[in-house]
């Protein structure tokens, strides 16, 4: 399974982004897809995640209520529409999947490339 992160760039603060991570195989409805951020000299911390079949959704606290995790069945993609962005959300984030939700990275199996993400103040 390959993961394509798309989307990261530069915005001010307060603007938004979404980014785009497209699977090239079948997303099974018991899989989970989310999404990571590595911010400088930080460890990979926990951003969002979704259960492909049922469609719940789960966030980090320091996101909630600003991003947004969604999928579209047909296209096999999770994006996270990233609002009312930070400085601190400043980082690459990283596409993810894997058979079971965690919020520990050792907890997905495949990994997108990264997608760089800066806020500016």
């Known amino acids: 399974v390959q993961l394509q992160a798309s989307g990261g760039g530069l915005v001010q603060a307060g603007g938004s982004l979404i980014l785009s991570c497209a699977s090239s195989?079948?997303?099974?409805?018991?899989?989970?897809m989310g999404w990571f951020r590595r911010a400088p000299g930080k460890e990979r911390d926990f951003v969002a995640a979704i259960r492909w079949g049922v469609g719940n959704t789960y966030y980090a606290d320091s996101v909630k209520g600003r991003f947004s995790i969604s999928r579209d069945n047909a296209k096999n993609t999770v994006y996270l529409q990233m609002n009312s962005l930070k400085s601190e959300d400043t980082a690459i984030y990283y596409c993810?999947?894997?058979?079971?939700?965690?919020?520990?990275?050792?907890?997905?199996?495949?990994w997108g490339q990264g997608t760089l993400v800066t806020v500016s103040s």
């Open positions: 993810t999947r894997g058979v079971r939700y965690s919020r520990e990275w050792s907890g997905y199996t495949y």
């Open positions: 195989e079948r997303t099974y409805s018991s899989s989970v």
